[in-house]
Structure formats: structure tokens, C-alpha cells
């Protein structure tokens, strides 16, 4: 049974920084390419940036390049997002996702995702 958890989320000021867990169990790990989104009340899924595990690439939404940070620790099967800078407009529920690789995907649509976690409540508010 493949499990992704995340953990970390919580309310944050402007300008702060917030780091976001996710552990994963049931797969392997590098058959993966693993990817943080979030979704905001009212609007859509949205791709925060993704990494793969075999060569630790990464990828993000033009809009958050150099704020959040996509790294991965193989030994604990665990990928983090470092987010720093924080607005008002970060605020959203945050969601890990597994998607499998070695398919004819994009990999930054929720549709390209098979294993999902249960979301983290980021609020950045002062």
C-alpha cells in the first residue's frame, strides 16, 4: 500500500520561511518522480515543482523559481520543499504526489501524478 505524508505546514508571517516533509512508503523509490502542488481555495491544482530521485533534477513553476527548494533524502524515502519568502499569496494546501516514470508524461499536471498525500494547510498571514 503506497503512502505519501506530509507534514510541516502551519501559519507563517510575510517574509518567513517554511519547510514541508513528505514520507513515503509501499514504493520504490526511484521508479518515482516525486513533485509538490498546491491548491488554494476556489482555483485549481496547481504544479509547485517536482524532483527525481535516480539523478536529483529538478524542475519548477516559473513562478516560484528561487523561493522554493525541491531536495530528497533516498535513505528516508522522504522529499522536502524548502519555501522561502513567503507571501500571502503562497497560502494553500500543499500536496505531495508520486508519478511513475517511463510513461509518455509531462509530469506537471495533477493528471501525470499516481499517488497522492493528504494536503498540508500552509497559511501565511501576519
Known amino acids: 500500500q503506497v503512502q505519501l505524508v506530509e507534514s510541516g505546514g502551519g501559519l507563517v508571517q510575510p517574509g518567513g520561511s517554511l519547510r514541508l516533509s513528505c514520507a513515503a512508503s509501499?514504493?520504490?523509490?526511484?521508479?518515482?518522480?516525486m513533485a509538490w502542488f498546491r491548491q488554494a481555495p476556489g482555483k485549481e491544482r496547481e504544479f509547485v515543482g517536482r524532483?527525481?530521485?535516480?539523478?536529483?533534477?529538478?524542475y519548477y513553476a516559473d513562478s516560484l523559481k528561487g523561493r522554493f527548494i525541491i531536495s530528497i533524502d533516498n535513505d528516508k524515502s522522504s522529499v522536502y520543499l524548502q519555501m522561502n519568502s513567503l507571501k500571502p499569496e503562497d497560502t494553500a494546501v500543499y500536496y505531495c504526489?508520486?508519478?511513475?516514470?517511463?510513461?509518455?508524461?509531462?509530469?506537471?499536471?495533477?493528471?501525470?501524478?499516481?499517488?497522492w498525500g493528504q494536503g498540508t494547510q500552509v497559511t501565511v498571514s501576519s
Open positions: 504526489a508520486a508519478g511513475k516514470v517511463g510513461y509518455n508524461r509531462n509530469y506537471v499536471a495533477p493528471r501525470d501524478y499516481d499517488y
Open positions: 524532483i527525481t530521485r535516480t539523478d536529483t533534477m529538478t
Open positions: 509501499g514504493l520504490t523509490f526511484s521508479d518515482y518522480k
